[in-house]
């Protein structure tokens, strides 16, 4: 096997989810370790010095995949990511380029840098809003800023063309696959 994307394996959790994309080697290893199950295989054989075996297309972890429940990271894109790439006072959605923060109360009235006092905000709301907190500057909040619970959750972005014919039921439900 050399290059291409058939070298690569769908790994799911148990659930059936996308994990991510592994090696097919990192697979075959799996696979000897006893830890998953290959539910497709490529047509293409690997020979080792004692076996040859079909390259697994998709692979399936038998045990439940347990996520680090770590607090989420507190950062510039944790918050995008918390308030949906959101301008929290007038709306607007907008690249990452395209949005700043904002202190709800200003620092400089003793606001901190907290889950709960740091919102996305566009440029434009944010010059508008200076250092003043929403009331003073007459703007309105659309959601009180919580901590999140979640973890953000693994996202898996390959081409609609790149996707081998043995992972499309796999991926059928997730709404990253592209058009390209
Ligand atoms: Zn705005």
């Known amino acids: 096997m050399e290059g291409g994307i058939a070298t690569q394996t ?5 659930g059936y989810e ?4 592994i090696s097919w080697r990192r697979a075959f290893t799996l696979l000897t370790l ?6 497709e295989e490529y047509d293409a054989n ?9 390259v697994p ?3 399936r972890l038998l045990r439940a995949f347990r996520r680090p429940q770590k607090p989420v990271k507190f950062s510039r894109v944790n918050i995008y990511a ?9 709306g607007a959605k907008a690249p990452i380029s395209d949005l700043s923060y904002d202190h709800v109360l200003p620092r400089a ?7 709960t006092n740091i919102v996305t ?13 929403p009331q003073q500057a007459g703007m309105r909040l659309r959601q009180k800023p919580l901590q999140p619970s979640w973890v953000p959750a693994v996202t898996i972005r390959i081409s609609n063309r790149s996707i081998p014919d043995a992972w499309r039921d796999y991926l059928w439900w997730t709404s990253e696959l592209s058009a390209g």
């Open 18 to 21: 996308p994990v991510k994309v």
């Open 34 to 39: 006893g830890k998953v199950e290959v539910l």
């Open 82 to 90: 918390r308030d949906k790439y959101r301008c929290q006072y007038c």
């Open 10 to 14: 769908l790994l799911l959790s148990q």
């Open 57 to 59: 297309a998709v692979v």
């Open 46 to 54: 690997v020979r080792t010095t004692t076996v040859v075996f079909k």
């Open 109 to 115: 009235q003793g606001g901190k840098t907290t889950w």
């Open 121 to 133: 905000c566009c440029y434009r709301c944010n010059r508008r809003k200076g250092n003043r907190t």
